[in-house]
Structures are given as C-alpha cells and as structure tokens.
DNA sequence: GATTCTGTTACGATTATTGTAACAATTAAA
DNA sequence: TTTAATTGTTACAATAATCGTAACAGAATC
C-alpha cells in the first residue's frame, strides 16, 4: 500500500457509515471494504471518534456511526481528525552563521507552508462527506 | 532528516542562488547551506534545470544560476519541477464486487483530491521566489 | 460467565526517501 | 595536452515513516 493513505482511509470509512444499512456496522466489516487490517480500522475510526465524527458502542454487538449528518461534516475535520501530514515538510539542517539565507530561510519557508497549507485546507472546508457520499451514489 | 522534503530543499536552493554574490555557486557550497549531500543537490538542481529554472555550465569553473528572474518564478512551478507529492494519496485496495462504496469511492476520492491540489496549487502559484528572497533579506 | 465488540499497545514488515559512492562527460586552467 | 574541478547520472545502502499483525484489557450483551 502506498505511503501516507490515512486521510483516503477515514474518508472511505466514513463514506461506509454514511451508507450502510441501518448506519452502523463494525470494524471488521470497514476492514473488508478498504481492504486494510481491523486494526488500521479501529485505530483510524478511534481517532474519528474522539474528534466526534463518529460514535462507537463497546462490548457485545458494539459497532460505529456517524455522530453527525454527512451534511454536517467537513473534510477539513476528517484531516484534522486523522492528523494527516502537511502539505509538505521542511528540511532540518544546522544554521550556517555565516550564511543569511541558511540562518533565515526557515523562518521563510513556514510563511510559505501556511499560506499552502492554507489553500490546501480551504478546498477541503468546501467538501462535505453527504458530496462523497452523493458522488458515489451516483 | 524528515521525509518528502524535497520541495523545501529546492526552494532553499533557489533561493541561495538568488542570493549568491555573482548570482551563481557550486552545489557543494549550496549543499553546506542546506546541510544535506552534494549529491541530493546536485539531483534536485537537475530537476530545476530540467524545468528552465536554473542554468548550469559544467566542466571546471562550471556553476548553477537563476534562468530567470526571481519575479519571474512562482513556487508552483518549484512544485512541479521536483515532482513532489501531492496533496494526499489514494489508498490502493480490491474493489469488493458487493460493496457500491468500495466500488465508487476511487474515483470519489479522484474528485476530492483534484479539488485539494487545486486549492494548494493556487496558493503556491501565488507566490514567487522574489517573495520568499525578500522574507529572508528582512 | 461466555462471547463479541472497541481501544490500545508493541513490534515486525514494508515502502519511500535520503545519503553515499562511484564514474562518465565536460570544460577551464595549468 | 594534461590536469583538475565541476555537473549529470546511476546503483546501492542507510534511514525513517507507514502499515500489518498480534495480543490483550475493558465493556456490554447474551
């Protein structure tokens, strides 16, 4: 599997709640339709779960659902839910003194990755999960 | 060092060479301001000089510059030339025949995707390496 | 009390990125 | 003409991050 598929995989699981028969099912069931381990399952919904976007019932017949109308719940949430990694990373290295650009470029580069990071995270504001889910309806 | 740095690195670069007295250095020198491997360098400056954004004559005294203007060259056309990740990845999996989401949620995610790299691209597109020389001048 | 879920942790496998090294090609300088 | 210094490219090892697997505690139903 690819690197870094954490935001695709919530958005699949929450698609999956969104449609199910009677709105909830279990990990093992998410499991199959991803293709991924229960495990990835659980840790993925656990995250969603305690950014409420999803309730989970433990014990016996426990299962998942949405804790919000797809309408309701934004992409950017599900990102945030799932920490997934920002638009791009910036390098470490050690400040040369003697270079301006060595010692200031960080500083730089952090403005750039808001404002990317920024327009990045305002299309996702603009996609709801009931979007997804009426796209795959369709 | 943190992984997917590319596109961090290559700024750094470019704006070392935009600021190098005489307008043009070696990749060992640029490569103990960014404080990786001449020869990570050295890959990532064929990128850009792959992509009509830096200059480089080779043989001894040979050298990398700016092919153009700093005002000239927005941070979406770094972007592109290091071919760095995009916004997110698509998880792979075997669509399960009797599931309509895991059927349809590939080319729902295809949509979202296109829609997030849209929103960062236009951030990056709006700014130039002149933007980011003089946030590290100041 | 047994069963069947979630939540969490630990650890190994896998994969992608970065570092290192080597060498050919190129050009200036000696 | 030879030498030296540089880029461009490749191959491979080292590193780091992600994902899969397994195990187990806690919880709730049967």
């Known amino acids: 599997m690819a690197l870094n598929t954490q935001f695709s995989i919530a958005v699949h699981l929450l698609v999956g709640l969104g449609c199910v028969e009677g709105g909830t099912t279990t990990s093992g069931h998410l499991a199959e339709s991803v293709n991924t381990s ?3 399952v659980r840790r993925t919904l656990a995250k969603l779960s305690k950014a409420g976007l999803v ?3 433990t014990g016996k017949s426990g299962a998942c659902g949405l804790a919000k109308k797809p309408e309701r719940i934004s992409l950017l949430e599900v990102y945030r839910a799932v920490d997934a990694p920002e638009a791009f990373a910036i390098h470490a290295y050690a400040p040369q003194k003697v270079c301006a650009v ?5 500083a730089a580069l952090e403005n750039v990755l808001a404002k ?15 979007d997804v889910i009426a796209d ?3």
């Not at 060595?102 to 960080?106: G, M």
């Not at 990071?117 to 999960?129: D, H, P, R, V």
């Open 116 to 130: 990317t990071q920024q327009g990045m995270e305002a299309s996702l504001s603009k996609i709801t999960l009931a």
């Open 102 to 106: 060595s010692c200031n470029i960080k």
């Open 55 to 57: 309730e989970t019932t």
């Open 38 to 40: 229960a495990s990835f």
């Open 136 to 138: 795959v309806r369709r």
